[in-house]
Protein backbone atom coordinates (compact mmCIF):
# COMPACT_ATOMS: atom_id res chain seq x y z
CA UNK A 1 0.00 0.00 0.00
CA UNK A 2 1.44 3.41 -1.23
CA UNK A 3 1.81 5.55 2.09
CA UNK A 4 2.91 9.31 2.42
CA UNK A 5 3.55 10.77 5.60
CA UNK A 6 4.06 14.51 6.40
CA UNK A 7 5.99 15.69 9.34
CA UNK A 8 7.84 19.61 10.53
CA UNK A 9 4.35 21.52 10.59
CA UNK A 10 3.54 23.96 13.14
CA UNK A 11 3.61 27.81 14.23
CA UNK A 12 6.42 30.26 13.11
CA UNK A 13 6.63 33.90 12.66
CA UNK A 14 6.49 35.65 9.81
CA UNK A 15 10.51 35.83 8.29
CA UNK A 16 11.15 32.43 9.87
CA UNK A 17 12.00 29.23 8.75
CA UNK A 18 10.54 25.57 8.61
CA UNK A 19 11.71 22.19 7.08
CA UNK A 20 8.86 19.83 6.23
CA UNK A 21 9.24 15.97 5.63
CA UNK A 22 7.57 13.57 3.54
CA UNK A 23 8.07 9.79 4.28
CA UNK A 24 7.21 7.00 1.67
CA UNK A 25 6.79 3.65 1.63
CA UNK A 26 4.84 0.54 -0.26
CA UNK A 27 6.23 1.77 -3.67
CA UNK A 28 9.85 2.10 -5.11
CA UNK A 29 10.18 6.04 -4.10
CA UNK A 30 13.57 6.19 -6.69
CA UNK A 31 11.19 5.62 -9.56
CA UNK A 32 9.18 8.66 -9.59
CA UNK A 33 8.23 12.50 -9.43
CA UNK A 34 7.60 14.09 -6.18
CA UNK A 35 5.79 17.22 -5.38
CA UNK A 36 4.69 19.50 -2.86
CA UNK A 37 0.90 20.92 -3.27
CA UNK A 38 -0.69 23.32 -0.79
CA UNK A 39 -3.86 24.58 0.04
CA UNK A 40 -4.67 27.64 2.29
CA UNK A 41 -7.65 27.43 5.18
CA UNK A 42 -10.92 26.98 2.75
CA UNK A 43 -8.84 27.77 -0.38
CA UNK A 44 -8.31 25.70 -3.26
CA UNK A 45 -5.13 23.67 -3.86
CA UNK A 46 -2.23 25.58 -5.05
CA UNK A 47 1.04 23.60 -7.07
CA UNK A 48 4.47 24.47 -5.32
CA UNK A 49 7.09 22.42 -6.07
CA UNK A 50 8.35 19.51 -8.11
CA UNK A 51 11.07 17.66 -8.28
CA UNK A 52 12.14 14.68 -10.71
CA UNK A 53 12.89 11.14 -9.70
CA UNK A 54 16.44 11.79 -9.89
CA UNK A 55 16.31 14.95 -7.97
CA UNK A 56 18.11 16.57 -11.28
CA UNK A 57 15.18 18.29 -12.09
CA UNK A 58 13.06 20.88 -10.09
CA UNK A 59 10.52 23.52 -10.30
CA UNK A 60 8.98 26.19 -8.04
CA UNK A 61 5.28 28.02 -7.92
CA UNK A 62 6.57 31.83 -8.31
CA UNK A 63 4.91 32.48 -5.35
CA UNK A 64 7.80 30.30 -3.47
CA UNK A 65 10.54 30.45 -5.52
CA UNK A 66 13.97 31.85 -4.45
CA UNK A 67 12.21 30.68 -0.32
CA UNK A 68 11.63 27.16 -0.86
CA UNK A 69 14.00 24.45 -1.69
CA UNK A 70 12.66 21.06 -2.26
CA UNK A 71 14.85 18.06 -2.18
CA UNK A 72 14.89 14.07 -1.82
CA UNK A 73 16.94 11.39 -0.38
CA UNK A 74 16.48 8.15 -2.44
CA UNK A 75 18.02 6.34 0.08
CA UNK A 76 15.68 7.31 3.09
CA UNK A 77 12.58 7.15 0.80
CA UNK A 78 12.18 10.70 2.01
CA UNK A 79 10.99 14.18 0.54
CA UNK A 80 11.66 17.70 2.51
CA UNK A 81 10.55 20.93 1.75
CA UNK A 82 12.83 24.11 3.44
CA UNK A 83 10.89 27.13 3.95
CA UNK A 84 12.51 29.92 4.26
CA UNK A 85 11.60 33.84 4.80
CA UNK A 86 8.01 32.90 5.13
CA UNK A 87 5.06 35.16 4.57
CA UNK A 88 1.25 35.02 6.20
CA UNK A 89 0.12 33.79 2.94
CA UNK A 90 2.23 30.57 3.32
CA UNK A 91 -0.31 29.69 5.66
CA UNK A 92 -1.61 26.25 4.63
CA UNK A 93 -2.16 22.60 4.81
CA UNK A 94 1.31 21.35 2.74
CA UNK A 95 0.65 17.71 1.12
CA UNK A 96 3.16 15.95 -0.53
CA UNK A 97 2.08 14.09 -3.60
CA UNK A 98 3.27 11.62 -6.09
CA UNK A 99 2.97 12.24 -9.66
CA UNK A 100 2.56 8.75 -11.67
CA UNK A 101 4.08 9.72 -14.87
CA UNK A 102 5.09 13.26 -16.89
CA UNK A 103 4.90 14.30 -20.06
CA UNK A 104 6.53 17.38 -21.51
CA UNK A 105 4.54 20.86 -22.64
CA UNK A 106 5.25 22.69 -25.79
CA UNK A 107 8.05 24.52 -23.87
CA UNK A 108 9.92 21.55 -22.84
CA UNK A 109 8.27 21.59 -19.11
CA UNK A 110 7.22 18.37 -17.37
CA UNK A 111 3.83 18.34 -17.02
CA UNK A 112 1.44 15.79 -14.43
CA UNK A 113 -1.04 14.56 -12.03
CA UNK A 114 -0.46 13.57 -8.89
CA UNK A 115 -1.99 9.93 -7.88
CA UNK A 116 -1.34 9.58 -3.82
CA UNK A 117 -1.11 12.17 -1.93
CA UNK A 118 -0.59 12.25 1.96
CA UNK A 119 -2.44 13.36 4.65
CA UNK A 120 -0.57 16.42 5.43
CA UNK A 121 0.76 19.27 7.67
CA UNK A 122 -0.35 22.74 8.86
CA UNK A 123 2.05 25.49 8.86
CA UNK A 124 0.78 28.80 10.28
CA UNK A 125 2.63 31.90 9.90
CA UNK A 126 1.90 34.18 12.32
CA UNK A 127 3.22 36.54 14.86
CA UNK B 1 -1.10 30.32 -17.21
CA UNK B 2 -4.24 28.57 -17.53
CA UNK B 3 -7.10 29.31 -15.67
CA UNK B 4 -10.08 26.64 -14.24
CA UNK B 5 -13.36 27.56 -13.42
CA UNK B 6 -15.32 25.05 -11.97
CA UNK B 7 -18.97 25.33 -11.88
CA UNK B 8 -21.54 25.57 -10.40
CA UNK B 9 -19.54 26.41 -6.71
CA UNK B 10 -22.09 24.51 -5.12
CA UNK B 11 -24.38 21.60 -6.39
CA UNK B 12 -27.32 20.29 -4.06
CA UNK B 13 -28.74 17.37 -4.85
CA UNK B 14 -30.38 14.21 -3.55
CA UNK B 15 -28.71 10.64 -3.54
CA UNK B 16 -29.69 8.52 -5.99
CA UNK B 17 -29.73 11.51 -8.58
CA UNK B 18 -27.43 12.48 -11.56
CA UNK B 19 -24.21 15.08 -10.75
CA UNK B 20 -22.79 16.81 -13.56
CA UNK B 21 -19.93 19.00 -12.86
CA UNK B 22 -18.17 21.78 -14.93
CA UNK B 23 -14.89 22.99 -15.80
CA UNK B 24 -13.79 25.59 -18.23
CA UNK B 25 -10.26 26.43 -19.20
CA UNK B 26 -9.41 29.67 -20.16
CA UNK B 27 -7.52 28.23 -23.08
CA UNK B 28 -7.36 24.85 -24.86
CA UNK B 29 -5.81 22.26 -22.43
CA UNK B 30 -3.47 19.93 -24.51
CA UNK B 31 -3.97 16.28 -25.09
CA UNK B 32 -6.88 16.45 -23.02
CA UNK B 33 -4.53 16.37 -20.02
CA UNK B 34 -7.26 16.71 -17.53
CA UNK B 35 -7.56 15.11 -13.87
CA UNK B 36 -10.37 15.64 -11.54
CA UNK B 37 -10.23 14.81 -7.73
CA UNK B 38 -12.03 14.40 -5.02
CA UNK B 39 -11.73 15.74 -1.73
CA UNK B 40 -13.45 15.16 2.02
CA UNK B 41 -12.85 17.37 5.08
CA UNK B 42 -9.96 16.87 6.42
CA UNK B 43 -8.52 14.26 4.04
CA UNK B 44 -6.28 14.64 1.34
CA UNK B 45 -7.69 14.73 -2.29
CA UNK B 46 -8.42 11.49 -3.89
CA UNK B 47 -7.65 11.13 -7.51
CA UNK B 48 -10.79 10.09 -9.56
CA UNK B 49 -9.97 10.59 -13.10
CA UNK B 50 -6.78 11.92 -15.29
CA UNK B 51 -6.98 12.33 -19.54
CA UNK B 52 -10.09 13.69 -18.82
CA UNK B 53 -11.61 10.44 -18.88
CA UNK B 54 -9.41 7.32 -17.78
CA UNK B 55 -10.90 6.01 -14.01
CA UNK B 56 -7.98 6.06 -11.40
CA UNK B 57 -7.68 2.89 -9.73
CA UNK B 58 -10.29 1.48 -7.75
CA UNK B 59 -12.31 4.28 -8.70
CA UNK B 60 -16.10 2.98 -9.29
CA UNK B 61 -17.75 3.16 -12.67
CA UNK B 62 -20.25 5.86 -12.12
CA UNK B 63 -17.75 8.27 -12.17
CA UNK B 64 -17.07 9.08 -15.61
CA UNK B 65 -15.18 12.12 -17.16
CA UNK B 66 -15.32 13.69 -20.92
CA UNK B 67 -14.70 16.90 -22.80
CA UNK B 68 -11.43 18.19 -24.65
CA UNK B 69 -10.11 21.44 -25.63
CA UNK B 70 -11.77 23.87 -23.04
CA UNK B 71 -14.81 22.40 -22.12
CA UNK B 72 -14.77 19.26 -19.20
CA UNK B 73 -17.74 17.28 -16.87
CA UNK B 74 -17.12 15.10 -14.38
CA UNK B 75 -20.44 13.26 -14.21
CA UNK B 76 -21.55 10.78 -11.21
CA UNK B 77 -24.47 8.85 -12.31
CA UNK B 78 -26.27 7.78 -9.35
CA UNK B 79 -24.89 9.54 -6.28
CA UNK B 80 -24.53 7.69 -2.96
CA UNK B 81 -24.08 8.96 0.43
CA UNK B 82 -20.27 8.74 0.10
CA UNK B 83 -20.36 11.25 -2.81
CA UNK B 84 -20.90 14.40 -1.39
CA UNK B 85 -17.91 16.07 -1.19
CA UNK B 86 -15.47 18.96 -2.90
CA UNK B 87 -14.58 18.16 -6.40
CA UNK B 88 -11.47 20.00 -8.01
CA UNK B 89 -10.27 19.87 -11.75
CA UNK B 90 -6.23 20.24 -12.78
CA UNK B 91 -4.97 20.68 -15.78
CA UNK B 92 -1.63 19.33 -16.81
CA UNK B 93 -1.12 20.35 -20.48
CA UNK B 94 1.16 23.25 -19.75
CA UNK B 95 2.92 24.82 -17.32
CA UNK B 96 2.19 25.54 -14.61
CA UNK B 97 -0.04 23.10 -13.39
CA UNK B 98 -3.15 25.06 -12.00
CA UNK B 99 -6.00 23.63 -9.91
CA UNK B 100 -10.35 24.74 -10.16
CA UNK B 101 -11.68 26.17 -7.30
CA UNK B 102 -13.71 23.51 -6.85
CA UNK B 103 -17.40 22.45 -6.87
CA UNK B 104 -19.19 21.67 -3.41
CA UNK B 105 -21.36 18.95 -3.81
CA UNK B 106 -23.83 18.75 -1.05
CA UNK B 107 -26.95 16.44 0.00
CA UNK B 108 -30.43 18.34 -0.47
Known amino acids: EVQLVESGGGLVQPGGSLRLSCAAS????????MNWVRQAPGKGLEWVSY????????YYADSVKGRFTISRDNAKNSLSLQMNSLRAEDTAVYYC????????????????????WGQGTLVTVSS | EIVLTQSPGTLSLSPGERATLSCRAS???????LAWYQQKPGQAPRLLIY???SRATGIPDRFSGSGSGTDFTLTISRLEPEDFALYYC?????????FGQGTRLEIK
Open chain 1, 26 to 33: GFTFSGYE
Open chain 1, 51 to 58: ISSSGSTI
Open chain 2, 51 to 53: GAS
Open chain 2, 27 to 33: QSVSSSY
Open chain 2, 90 to 98: QQYGSSPIT
Open chain 1, 97 to 116: ARAPTFYYDSSGYRIYYFDY
